[in-house]
Protein backbone atom coordinates (compact mmCIF):
# COMPACT_ATOMS: atom_id res chain seq x y z
CA UNK A 1 0.00 0.00 0.00
CA UNK A 2 1.42 3.48 -1.14
CA UNK A 3 1.10 5.51 1.95
CA UNK A 4 0.07 9.43 0.42
CA UNK A 5 2.82 10.55 3.88
CA UNK A 6 5.68 8.67 2.74
CA UNK A 7 8.84 10.69 1.07
CA UNK A 8 9.92 10.22 -1.92
CA UNK A 9 13.32 7.95 -1.88
CA UNK A 10 16.28 9.72 -1.29
CA UNK A 11 18.77 7.43 -3.65
CA UNK A 12 16.84 7.26 -6.77
CA UNK A 13 14.02 9.93 -6.25
CA UNK A 14 11.30 7.48 -6.68
CA UNK A 15 7.54 8.40 -5.31
CA UNK A 16 6.35 5.02 -5.11
CA UNK A 17 7.49 3.97 -1.67
CA UNK A 18 5.27 1.73 0.53
CA UNK A 19 5.19 0.02 3.97
CA UNK A 20 5.67 -3.63 4.37
CA UNK A 21 5.58 -6.26 6.92
CA UNK A 22 8.04 -9.35 7.08
CA UNK A 23 8.37 -11.64 9.39
CA UNK A 24 11.49 -14.89 9.79
CA UNK A 25 11.30 -17.65 12.75
CA UNK A 26 9.51 -15.52 15.20
CA UNK A 27 10.52 -12.07 14.39
CA UNK A 28 8.22 -9.84 12.96
CA UNK A 29 8.73 -6.17 11.41
CA UNK A 30 7.85 -3.64 8.96
CA UNK A 31 9.19 -1.09 7.10
CA UNK A 32 8.80 1.37 4.14
CA UNK A 33 11.04 0.82 0.62
CA UNK A 34 11.18 2.22 -2.41
CA UNK A 35 9.65 0.12 -5.29
CA UNK A 36 11.73 1.84 -7.86
CA UNK A 37 15.46 0.69 -6.55
CA UNK A 38 14.82 -1.82 -3.57
CA UNK A 39 16.04 0.83 -1.14
CA UNK A 40 14.77 0.03 2.35
CA UNK A 41 14.22 2.15 5.93
CA UNK A 42 14.84 0.99 9.30
CA UNK A 43 13.44 -1.89 10.46
CA UNK A 44 10.72 -1.40 13.06
CA UNK A 45 10.12 -4.38 15.25
CA UNK A 46 6.08 -5.32 16.14
CA UNK A 47 4.14 -8.03 17.45
CA UNK A 48 1.49 -9.78 15.13
CA UNK A 49 -0.05 -6.17 14.08
CA UNK A 50 -0.25 -6.60 9.98
CA UNK A 51 -3.02 -3.53 10.21
CA UNK A 52 -1.60 -0.38 8.71
CA UNK A 53 -2.93 1.35 11.70
CA UNK A 54 -0.83 -0.34 14.17
CA UNK A 55 1.91 1.05 15.70
CA UNK A 56 4.61 -0.18 13.56
CA UNK A 57 3.42 1.80 10.27
CA UNK A 58 3.63 5.09 11.42
CA UNK A 59 7.59 4.15 13.02
CA UNK A 60 8.19 2.97 10.18
CA UNK A 61 6.77 6.22 7.98
CA UNK A 62 8.88 8.15 10.33
CA UNK A 63 11.81 6.30 10.45
CA UNK A 64 11.64 6.55 6.25
CA UNK A 65 10.79 10.46 6.35
CA UNK A 66 13.75 11.24 8.53
CA UNK A 67 16.82 12.59 6.76
CA UNK A 68 20.08 13.95 7.75
CA UNK A 69 20.09 17.93 9.14
CA UNK A 70 20.23 20.10 6.09
CA UNK A 71 20.93 23.15 8.41
CA UNK A 72 24.51 22.23 9.95
CA UNK A 73 26.01 21.52 6.26
CA UNK A 74 24.25 24.55 4.70
CA UNK A 75 25.83 26.59 7.76
CA UNK A 76 29.21 25.17 6.52
CA UNK A 77 28.44 25.70 3.14
CA UNK A 78 28.49 29.47 4.12
CA UNK A 79 31.48 29.31 6.07
CA UNK A 80 33.67 28.01 3.57
CA UNK A 81 32.03 30.70 0.95
CA UNK A 82 32.70 33.50 3.58
CA UNK A 83 36.23 32.05 3.91
CA UNK A 84 36.83 32.06 -0.17
CA UNK A 85 35.40 35.92 -0.22
CA UNK A 86 38.35 36.72 2.25
CA UNK A 87 40.66 34.97 0.58
CA UNK A 88 39.68 36.75 -2.59
CA UNK A 89 39.50 40.10 -1.22
CA UNK A 90 43.31 39.58 0.11
CA UNK A 91 44.34 38.70 -3.17
CA UNK A 92 42.77 41.56 -4.93
CA UNK A 93 44.30 43.55 -2.46
CA UNK A 94 47.87 42.40 -2.84
CA UNK A 95 47.33 42.49 -6.87
CA UNK A 96 46.79 46.26 -6.30
CA UNK A 97 49.76 46.87 -4.13
CA UNK A 98 51.56 45.24 -6.37
CA UNK A 99 50.60 47.27 -9.45
CA UNK A 100 50.60 50.16 -7.50
CA UNK A 101 54.30 49.43 -7.26
CA UNK A 102 54.92 48.64 -10.40
CA UNK A 103 53.50 52.29 -11.78
CA UNK A 104 56.44 54.01 -9.41
CA UNK A 105 59.47 53.20 -11.24
CA UNK A 106 61.79 54.96 -8.83
CA UNK A 107 60.67 52.47 -6.02
CA UNK A 108 63.04 49.38 -6.11
CA UNK A 109 60.74 45.97 -6.98
CA UNK A 110 59.85 44.36 -3.73
CA UNK A 111 62.42 41.23 -4.34
CA UNK A 112 65.37 43.33 -4.25
CA UNK A 113 67.44 43.01 -0.94
CA UNK A 114 70.23 45.16 0.45
CA UNK A 115 71.99 47.65 -2.11
ZN1 LIG B 1 14.56 4.41 -4.75
Keep these: ??????????????????????????????????DGCAARGPE???????????????????????????DEALAEVARLLDGVQRIRNEIKVAMRECLDRWDQPDDPPPHQFGG
Design 1 to 34: MTAPDLLPCPFCGGENVTTAFDHEQGDKWGYAGC
Design 44 to 70: VRTGYEREHDAPWHSEAIAAWNTRAPL
